[in-house]
């Protein structure tokens, strides 16, 4: 499942960027996925939550953001979002195209909990 080895990166490049006390405070980690990025959302959040199981930051969650697919027309300059996978340009009708935008997969933010929250 090609989801798993994604979720595995994340939590490697969360491991890396939360100092090893705070992993148990890790609340979000939140997520760009474009729709051309070939990753299924619920499948990751599922892989992501059986992987983290046996660490530290067990009660982590992934809140995944779809990013919207975002071309250029070449010919015309036109941006638009791409709706149901047509890729034409709206003004111009040309095909020849410029994704700016769909094949995000990112780390966008690393939540903690916040202790003083907590304590409430
Ligand atoms: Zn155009």
Redesign the pocket.
């Known amino acids: 499942m090609h989801e798993l080895g994604i979720a595995q990166n994340i939590l490697e490049i969360v491991q890396q960027s939360v100092p090893e006390e705070q992993a148990p405070l890790v609340k979000w980690i939140k997520m760009r996925v474009g729709p051309l990025s070939g990753i299924v959302a619920d499948s990751l959040d599922f892989c992501f939550s059986v992987i983290i199981g046996d660490t530290k930051m067990s009660q982590a969650r992934l809140a995944i953001e779809q990013a919207p697919i975002v071309s250029r ?1 070449k ?2 300059m ?1 941006e638009f979002k791409i709706e149901d996978l047509a890729f034409l ?1 709206p ?2 009708k ?1 095909a020849n195209l410029e994704l700016i935008s769909g094949k995000e997969l990112e780390i966008v933010e690393i939540e903690l909990i916040d202790e003083n929250d907590e304590a409430l």
């Open positions: 027309c010919s015309c036109h340009c003004v111009c040309s």
